[in-house]
């Protein structure tokens, strides 16, 4: 009998967690993580919160262009006519349980819409791009819905006349949001709407490697959004916030963490090691919206954060990330704890689906290899023999 013939395989490099691993080309954004600059199709991501809208920045990522003024009508027009839900969804959605996690009924959600599409397998990239407009609009009612009918309040049906943004603030609130709050919601949208390829982007690529469908692949990367690694820190930013509760307790705060070895949340990034631009833009609005709301109390606790984690870090680089601002700006605008992840990934639809569409332009299944490090070859034993 042979023993197990382990070949080279088992004496190459391990890239744990696919750190430095580089799996496509992408014209998708740019990440500079040196000078904290943030590119969409090449696009600064300063220019486009500033000038575009959430709908044109899903038609760039989709189309890899900026549309023409028609194109941008129609394409906006698609997204509000797919706002509305199957109705069988809705009745299901009206029988989730209370404190379910809205990750979980999202993905539900989007499978649900699988289910009812019967031309799943046989789409070219023109219709592929109906579809991803279909999830993108939808996915923001699933998780309105869910979170409304499981708090035990009446759905609140998307609105006709609200941009994308400003309607999904308007069916998770119930008010019909001023344009100070529309046009944070539609920035908030734009910067979570692509970032190159974090864990849940690769997840997405994975399963539309295998020649799955555009629903799977995006289903798979709320998947991985849902873990705290990756979605979910900008909900602990909040929380700790909130139990800091003024800036004199900031200093004792960040001393007794990082005393303990802890770590701040909303600080640090494993690409940016300078201020992440996405934080800057937050925090400008965080400004705006505390001015006009006469509060200032998330804005001076987030500013002597930065100044103490500064001070006390000097010599590592570590700055605010997007988290630090995004929890402080949701919640001033009425937001639940539960709907930020959900609210990050109803947004990064598009991303995920723009990087499956130009995977599939030169697809290859995506199959790494694992070295083995078992036992050699050996007998089966009979359960009784054991
Ligand atoms: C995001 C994060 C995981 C990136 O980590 P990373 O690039 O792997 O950085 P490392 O874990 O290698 O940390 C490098 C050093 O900075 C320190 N550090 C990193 N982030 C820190 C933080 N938020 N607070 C305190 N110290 C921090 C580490 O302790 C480490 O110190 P050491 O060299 O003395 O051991 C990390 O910064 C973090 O945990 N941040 C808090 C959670 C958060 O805000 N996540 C949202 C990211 S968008």
Not at 71 to 80: P, R
Request: proline share 4%; charged share 25%.
């Amino acid at each position: 009998m042979q023993d197990i013939d382990i070949d080279d395989l088992a004496y190459v490099h391990i890239s744990k967690g696919l750190d430095d691993v580089v799996v496509k080309e992408t014209v998708l954004s740019y990440i500079d993580g040196e000078n904290g600059r943030l590119f969409y199709v090449g696009y600064p991501i300063e220019e486009l919160v500033e000038h575009s809208t959430y709908e044109e920045v899903c038609f760039l990522l989709l189309h890899g262009r900026l549309p023409k003024k028609d194109e941008l009508e129609s394409f906006t027009d698609l997204m509000k006519s797919e706002r509305e839900l199957p109705k069988e969804l809705v009745a299901i959605l009206s029988k989730i349980p209370r404190n379910s996690n809205l990750m979980d009924v999202l993905k539900f959600g989007i499978d649900y819409l699988a289910i009812c599409d019967e031309e799943l397998q046989s789409k070219g990239r023109v219709d592929n791009i109906v579809t991803a407009a279909k999830i993108i609009s939808k996915s923001s009612t699933i998780v309105a819905y869910a979170f409304r009918y499981s708090e035990g309040l009446e759905i609140v049906r998307p609105s006709q006349e609200l941009s994308h943004a400003a309607n999904f603030l308007y069916m998770v609130t119930g008010v019909k949001p001023d344009s100070l709050s529309s046009k944070i919601m539609d920035v908030a949208f734009i910067l979570h709407a692509e970032h190159e390829l974090p864990a849940s982007s690769m997840a997405a690529l994975v399963i539309a490697s295998t020649l799955s469908d555009l629903y799977s692949a995006i289903s798979g990367g709320v998947g991985a959004l849902k873990g705290p690694l990756h979605g979910g820190a900008n909900e602990k930013a909040l929380e700790m916030i909130l139990s800091i509760g003024s800036p004199e307790n900031v200093e004792g705060y960040v001393k007794q963490v990082l005393a303990s070895k802890g770590r701040i949340m909303g600080f640090g990034h494993r690409v940016y090691k300078s201020y992440d631009p996405r934080a800057a833009i937050f925090r400008r609005y965080l400004e705006s919206l505390s001015q006009q709301r006469g509060d200032r109390s998330f804005l001076d606790i987030t500013k002597k954060l930065e100044e103490v984690v500064r001070r006390e870090l000097a010599g590592k680089p570590i700055f605010p990330n997007i988290d630090l601002y995004s929890g402080a700006v949701f919640h001033m605008l009425g937001l639940s704890k539960r709907v930020f992840t959900p609210l990050f990934a109803a947004a990064r639809t598009v991303g995920w689906a723009a990087h499956v569409l130009e995977y599939w332009r030169d697809n290859r299944l995506i199959r790494p290899r694992a070295t083995y490090v078992g036992p050699p070859m050996r007998r089966y034993i009979p359960v009784h023999q054991r």
